[in-house]
């Protein structure tokens, strides 16, 4: 069983990769959303191979709705969102993949070095896993999820504000 | 079945059905190929005849649902596990929930009062 | 072990990738894509250390679902900001934005 | 039953319940029972010209049919049909239903954007406005079924209604998850995307042939697959009196499926933002009452 999950955690590795490859270099302003969404999915079926279920299923879920809405955003701010033009819209381009090469090689050598321990063997399965999660939840990390809720109004009042703030300025 | 395996056929049944619309697509082409005539391939727009393509900055005007449905979406996440649990826990679960939601239906009442739930 | 340094590695890549699209590009919306592949990145960390090492620790999971909120997070607060810049100066092009330096 | 056996009743039901639902479709339409209708427009799609449009976007032109219809398939597999008769029994069941519902709409704003033309673009972003509308609805109703199993797995959903179904425990999230449903399957009063009267026909406006035949074939298991994900999850499944569970699914699922048309047959189409208006307003916080009351009631 080993084997099959190296097989898949390098296959969908490899689609996550080629695809985050993808999202930089079309034009096409909804195809890099959509080609971002695919890494998503692909990352949620690492999720999968790596047998966190509801994680997995709920990362494939979020990301189909954060991404489409990405895409409309670009369709309302993009001067040409069908890519027919192929402007370049990148700049100081050596200075980026220099930096992206270098913490690439930082991080991989750094997971290299370290001596990991032994790895685990035994671990719950899906049903269970919800549970105990339900479990860390409302019990240990109860302050942790109260504040994500805080976290999360406040961001719900601060995009709404600076969205829809000259709107209302304007009708007074 | 252990989950992996359960993956596993998941993502098969997903292979077959690509599979199964390739031979379709395949059967199809060896049926005809379609003829060339001119105007054929403009897209559908009520008669006119519209050479120039369509991906031009389009507003939509529902962006402040989109907005607020982002960052609401997000709720869902804790409340799968949370609803597991919910009669080993009892009450606290809750009031644990209930504090968390009424945090959140804030939020939509914000977003009421400032006029976001309308077309923008 | 070959499985956790594979995660790592797919990670460390995919978080390079987020770093150059981050840097690189000149939109705005650009640069979100770029953040939210570099959390991503994060992610596969985080689930690989909780199925390898510690399959007993759910807080790491948790940690998992804080990380999709700040994304989700993010993605609206950055919009937001991107709607406002378009209402304001008519483009979302982070090069002209001098006035958000503060 | 072994699994040779229920895959076979699955797949016979499926495709009997999918020829079925295309009947109800064409009645739903024209006003009268037509057995050989569905087969021969099956023959029309399937022998007409493929048309491209020009400067189309090739890669989503290819992929959307493919995942709308992939997408129905892998949802359609975790429904438990009877007693132990699933093909997949996923732990998280419940959450997987809603996560591939989420693609349908990807699919369609896939097609909407690949065939370059205004009115199928329009049907696109539609659907998305359309998902933002339905979803908070449909994963709150969920969320309070799954309180009551204690579980995500589908058949313990179904086992949990042995006492009383979830359409009496729980009646505002059945009403939320069925209005839900409609909009899911874009059927009549929610057929935003591939409105005819205003869009020409949305996403489906410039797609021929196999193309077409894929999206007709797939919106008739999609009413399919929710009327049974209704059935699974508010009427009880397979549990009657007298005959075998199979029969009793199939008999609510194509009770339900005629009430979807019903319904779309009787309102006028709604306006997107109406739609998106009604939801928020209303939907969210009667979602919210819903879990509340099943919380209280749970701990009595």
């Known amino acids: 069983m080993i084997s099959i999950q190296l097989i898949f955690l390098i296959i969908f590795g490899l689609a996550a990769i080629w695809f985050g490859w993808r999202v930089f270099m079309t034009s096409s302003m909804v195809r890099s959303a959509l080609s971002l969404l695919a890494s998503m999915v692909a990352i949620g079926a690492l999720f999968l191979v790596m047998e966190a279920e509801f994680l997995g299923v709920l990362q494939i879920m979020m990301m189909g709705t954060e991404m489409s809405i990405m895409a409309i955003f670009m369709m309302m701010y993009m001067m040409d969102p069908g890519g027919l033009g192929n402007m370049d819209m990148s700049h100081q381009k050596n200075i980026s993949i220099a930096a992206g090469v270098i913490v690439t090689v930082l991080i991989i050598g750094a997971a290299l070095a370290t001596d990991w321990g032994t790895i685990a063997t035994q671990f719950p399965g899906p049903h269970e896993q919800n549970r105990l999660l339900g479990m860390e939840i409302l019990k240990r990390s109860m302050m942790i999820f109260e504040t994500a809720g805080v976290t999360i109004l406040t961001g719900m009042i601060a995009s709404i504000a600076v969205a829809l703030s000259i709107k209302k300025s304007m009708e007074k | 079945m252990t989950p992996i395996l359960q993956y596993l056929l998941l993502f098969g049944m997903l292979i077959a059905t690509a599979g199964f619309v390739w031979m379709l697509y395949l059967i199809k082409q060896s049926l005809g190929k379609t003829l060339e005539e001119p105007g054929k391939d403009i897209p559908a727009e009520s008669g006119n005849l519209v050479p120039k393509p369509a991906w031009l900055r389009y507003h939509v005007r529902y962006y402040g649902y989109a907005l607020l449905f982002l960052a609401f979406d997000m709720e869902m996440a804790y409340m799968y596990p949370w609803a597991v649990v919910y009669q080993e826990v009892g009450l606290l679960a809750l009031l644990d929930m209930g504090v968390f939601l009424m945090i959140l239906f804030l939020g939509l009442v914000y977003t009421w009062t400032q006029l976001g739930l309308k077309r923008q | ?102 | 039953m072994t699994p040779f056996l229920s895959g076979f009743m699955i797949t016979l039901l499926f495709v009997g319940g999918v020829y079925f639902v295309a009947v109800l479709e064409r009645c739903s339409m024209t006003g009268n029972v037509s057995w050989s209708g569905p087969a021969r427009s099956f023959l029309l799609l399937f022998a007409q010209e493929e048309i491209k449009t020009r400067k189309h976007d090739k890669v989503f032109f290819e992929t959307a049919p493919v995942l709308f219809i992939g997408v129905i398939l892998l949802t359609i597999s975790i429904l438990p049909f009877g007693r132990g008769s699933v093909i997949i029994d996923l732990g998280t069941g419940a959450l997987f239903i809603n996560a591939a519902l989420v693609y349908i709409m990807v699919s369609l704003l896939m097609a909407g954007w690949a065939v370059n033309g205004v009115y199928a673009m329009v049907g696109g972003w539609r659907a998305l406005a359309q998902l933002i509308a339905y979803s908070m609805p449909v994963v709150m109703a969920l969320t309070a079924t799954v309180m009551r199993a204690e579980s995500m797995f589908l058949t313990d959903i179904v086992e949990s209604q042995q006492s009383l179904w979830n359409i009496l425990y729980q009646p505002v999230g059945f009403i939320l998850f069925y209005i839900s449903a409609l909009a899911i399957a874009f059927l009549p009063p929610f057929d935003l995307p591939v409105a005819e009267g205003e869009l020409a026909g949305g996403v489906w406006a410039d797609l021929t042939g196999a193309r077409k035949l894929l999206f007709r074939l797939g919106r008739l298991a999609l009413v399919l697959t929710l009327s049974v994900a209704v059935v699974v999850l508010y009427l009880g499944g397979w549990m009657g009196p007298w005959l075998p569970g199979f029969v009793w699914t199939f008999l609510k699922t194509l009770l339900v499926a005629a009430s979807f048309f019903a319904v779309g047959h009787f309102m006028p189409r709604i306006r997107h933002d109406h739609l998106l208006e009604y939801n928020w307003k209303y939907g969210v916080p009667l979602a919210l009452y819903n879990i509340f009351q099943v919380g209280v009631v749970l701990l009595l």
Do not use: C, D
Not at chain 3, 27 to 33: E, Q, R, S
Not at chain 3, 69 to 76: D, F, Q, R
């Open chain 3, 1 to 102: 072990m070959e499985l956790l340094i594979t995660a790592l590695i797919i990670a460390a890549v995919l978080f390079g990738i987020g770093l150059y699209g981050a840097l690189s590009q000149t939109n705005l919306v650009m640069i979100m894509m770029g953040i939210e592949l570099m959390l991503g990145a994060a992610m596969i960390n985080l689930v690989a250390f909780w199925r390898y090492l510690h399959p007993e620790a759910f807080s790491l999971q948790m940690f998992v679902l804080v990380a999709m909120t700040v994304m989700a997070l993010e993605g609206a607060v950055g919009f937001a900001i991107a709607t406002q810049r378009f209402r304001t100066s008519g483009t979302v092009e982070m090069e002209e934005s001098a006035e958000l330096k503060g």
